[in-house]
């Protein structure tokens, strides 16, 4: 039932370009510039009236919603946020008729982010959920959603349903974008993009054995960073979330530019940093802070853009992703980074499909 693979985590990371091409099959219109999310089930009316975007989650779909967060903002001029779900259900939340709450959830069963979506629909916003599991409670009690088809996902660290999760996201800034100023050139080009995602993921998932090779150096170390900026944070977040979860490793994900407000008291020699430093915008301060780290003699693995010379010189060890637009590429930096943490924890010998102290889906709060 692995199909092959030592783990459900590793079968899994390897079905992500098949899973990410169902959740945009049938799904990009490339005459209009747009994508097709039926079930959002609005019409461009409706659309035009969103006036604020919510994103709700808990851990790795929470990630997912900071990434939609940058999506919405950039790509359709949305005021966006995200809520832990927890949270947005205890603090009275403000919600209004033309906010759109997006309850983001691979199983559809947490009970946070159930009890969010009970609580944005009892205050009459507008109530979408972006679920994996067909039926689940949140897909039902959402009377519109879309679903990832990212098929079962077993592990219990999450993979697929991340990519898949950014993927529809970037699909949903896509369709209010062009609602708005995007032109249909522009929409286009991205979707152009979105369409190449399954691709980008088939080239960084082949660099596995390269990956399992320089994960074998970092498997000894006790505590890791991860730093990133504009998308690529909410990536830093979840590489460190990933490696935490399944190898053990104390791991912090930090947006690169707080690194010296406080943890970089924390490098050492040989501390572990990893650098989301794709060329997107913002690169060259990531390389600034990558220098910072160096001089206090901590070991850098850079994700990077293939072929970025500039960017691996200053690197110990590099993963080089295809390069795309800069929203677009989060998906293969985060394959990178499941790869790394699997080849981790593989190395440390931990039971990794099934982590200490942790579920699948957390149905208690
Ligand atoms: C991490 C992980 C968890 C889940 C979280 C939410 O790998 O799997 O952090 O992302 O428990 O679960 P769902 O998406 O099912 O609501």
Redesign the pocket.
Known sequence: EKGGYAHFMLKEIHEQPDALANAIRGRLDFNLGTSVLSGMGTSPRELAEISRIVLV??????HAGLVGEYAFEDLANIPAEVQQAAEFRYRNPIVSRNDLVVA???????AD?LAAVREAIQKGAFVMSLC?VVGST?ARETSRGVYLHAGPEIS????K??TCQVAILLMMALKLGRGRRFSREEGMQLAKAIESIPDLVARTVRQSDHIAEIAARYAKNEHAFFIGRGPMYPVALEGA??LK?ISYIHAEGYHAAELKHGPIALLEKDTPVVALACDIPGKDKTLGNVEECRARGARILGIITEGDHEAAAVMDDVIEIPRTHPLVATIPAAVALQLFAYHVANARGCEIDQPRN?A???TVE
């Open positions: 989650g808990c851990g790795t779909s929470l983001i959830s691979q199983s559809g069963e947490t982010t994996n949140i219990v660290a999450s993979t349903a991340f979330l990933k979860e942790l699948k889906s957390v």
